[in-house]
């Protein structure tokens, strides 16, 4: 599944918007589905008991992580089968090393493997 935020502040900002993601997010991790995100930079924070891998076990052994926004309190079923993929744009990595934190916070990257992929690393595997 592809989930795409919008640029727009006023989405960024409102917490329904917020809301409707995580709402997605929540099915997507029970059903075991692997997710990429995209520009929801605004939603990655809420996630680090996911990112951390950190879950509480219960009903015989099936995974959940708390998950809390604003006035948003649920636990997320995670399916053993459930990856996330976040992708960021080249011009996020070219920035001057001093800013990148800014861009791309460690604890959000140290979570992560990171590869460059670019439509010359396309061609090649393909020809």
């Not at 990429?36 to 990655?44: A, N």
């Not at 744009?89 to 992560?112: H, W």
């Amino acid at each position: 599944m592809y989930l795409r935020g919008s640029s727009l502040k006023v989405d960024q900002r409102s917490g329904k918007y917020t809301t409707k993601y995580l709402k997605k997010l929540k099915y997507y991790a029970a059903e075991g589905f692997t997710v990429v995100l995209h520009d929801l930079e605004f939603i990655y924070a809420v996630l680090y008991d996911l990112f951390n891998q950190r879950f509480s076990l219960k009903q015989s052994a099936l995974q959940f992580c708390n998950v809390t926004y604003e006035d948003y309190k649920d636990l997320l079923k995670i399916d053993e089968g459930f990856r996330v993929i976040i992708l960021k744009n080249e011009s996020d990595l070219l920035t001057d090393p001093k800013c990148i934190e800014k861009v791309l916070p460690s604890p959000l990257m140290n979570r992560f493997e990171k590869h460059i992929l670019n439509l010359v690393h396309l061609k090649e595997k393909g020809t």
